[in-house]
Nanobody
Framework: VQVVESGGGVVQTGASLRLSCVASGPSSNNYAMAWFRQPPGKEREFVADITWTGGSTEYSDSVKGRFTISRAGKNRAYLEMNSLKPEDTAVYYC????????????????WGQGTQVTVSS
């Protein structure tokens, strides 16, 4: 299974960005999907997740109300990021799993290579 993110970039404070993620594999595979991020010099942290049906989502407190996770079909996910702040600067990773969902990186078997988001003040 290959996971590929896209959509990162350099933006100013208050701007918006939309990240995209696609997980390859058999067409029958249905993944729970999540976004994590790793700020410079810090640990990887949970951002948001979405269940297999898209019926439920979870967010970290730091992004709640500003970011929205969504999905299309069994293997695509998006992260709409609004009102971006300098502290949102990080490498953003998409994660996918057939069985598990949660706030820990260990809950996911499949990871993308990451996409850089830089928010300038």
């Amino acid at each position: 299974v290959q996971v590929v993110e896209s959509g990162g970039g350099v933006v100013q404070t208050g701007a918006s960005l939309r990240l995209s993620c696609v997980a390859s594999g058999p067409s029958s595979n249905n993944y729970a999907m999540a976004w994590f991020r790793q700020p410079p010099g810090k640990e990887r942290e949970f951002v948001a997740d979405i269940t297999w049906t898209g019926g439920s989502t979870e967010y970290s407190d730091s992004v709640k109300g500003r970011f929205t996770i969504s999905r299309a079909g069994k293997n695509r996910a998006y992260l709409e990021m609004n009102s971006l702040k300098p502290e949102d600067t990080a490498v953003y990773y998409c994660a996918a799993d057939l069985v598990n969902i949660g706030r820990s990186p260990g809950d996911y078997d499949h990871w993308g290579q990451g996409t850089q988001v830089t928010v300038s003040s």
